[in-house]
């Protein structure tokens, strides 16, 4: 196999893949490629090949994190090696809670543009991440507890919270699944290489010791979800502002196989 790198192109502001001739568009709207009606993390061949691309590299310990996706859809993606055995599916993690969660009186409020850009954004690479998708006894997943519970409501900056604390041994409301899944987590060593694999750089602070809220962040107490202007206004500005600053990581990618 030859080898293959990954190269800005300052031209058309994308990363390409010069061996194979894939480019990453961090402005593509999975949603586009994605039969009606299907949902755009398990049934867009964008996304998946996104994903493999992206994130088969070493571990922080030097082991390569291959990942292995389905021949077809839906699409979900596997991996085997010393560090472990997963099965692992895409999740959009920027909610924009236009359908569901903030009132209607505040989102009338904004325009059916806002609305559109923010939904869009949301459905760019930068705003997906891969979660494990096996359950353990029954139980439910990652993917599942982040929105199933009302203290975290999909709220990506409440989840990596959840996770710095469990690299601390410290409780959060998704401490037990997360400790279900810990030989993921162990593939990563420590909060810094999990933050640093997914290129989640700009949702933590410079010295990784805390995560930058969307929100002020009240201790997991619910409603998770922004009920007023102002603090949904704040939610979808900062949400925007991470998901264009991991766009532009991704962009700026140079990574040699």
Not at 6 to 13: E, F, K, P, W, Y
Request: glycine residues 6%; charged residues 25%; negative net charge.
């Amino acid at each position: 196999m030859l080898p293959t790198k990954i190269v800005t192109d300052a031209a058309a502001g994308t990363v390409a893949e010069v061996a194979q001739g894939m480019v990453i568009d961090t402005s593509f709207d999975f949603r586009t490629d994605t039969p009606p009606g299907k949902d755009p993390d398990t049934y867009s061949a964008t996304l998946c090949r996104y994903h493999q691309l992206l994130w088969s590299k070493p571990l922080p310990s030097g082991v390569q994190f291959e990942l292995a996706p389905t021949t077809r859809p839906p699409y979900y993606f596997s991996h085997s090696s010393t560090a472990g055995d997963f099965g692992l599916s895409s999740d959009a993690f920027v909610p924009s809670y236009t359908r569901y969660g903030v009132p209607k009186l505040v989102l009338e409020q904004f325009s059916a543009a806002e609305h559109d850009y923010f939904n869009t954004i949301g459905y760019t690479i930068g705003g997906i991440i891969l979660w494990p998708a096996v359950r353990i006894d029954g139980k439910w997943t990652i993917n599942q507890a982040r929105g199933c519970l009302r203290t975290i409501a999909d709220r990506m900056d409440l989840t990596l919270e959840s996770i710095r604390r469990y690299y601390e041994c410290k409780w959060s409301p998704l401490g037990d699944v997360l400790a279900r899944y810990r030989d993921f987590f162990a593939a990563f060593e420590d909060f810094r290489g999990y933050v640093d694999f997914w290129l989640l750089q700009d949702m933590v602070t410079d010295d990784y010791s805390a995560v930058r809220f969307f929100i002020p962040f009240d201790e997991f107490r619910p409603p998770a979800i922004p009920q007023d202007f102002d603090t949904y206004r704040e939610y979808r500005r900062r949400s925007i502002e991470f998901t264009q600053a991991r766009n532009r990581r991704i962009d700026g990618l140079a990574i040699a196989f």
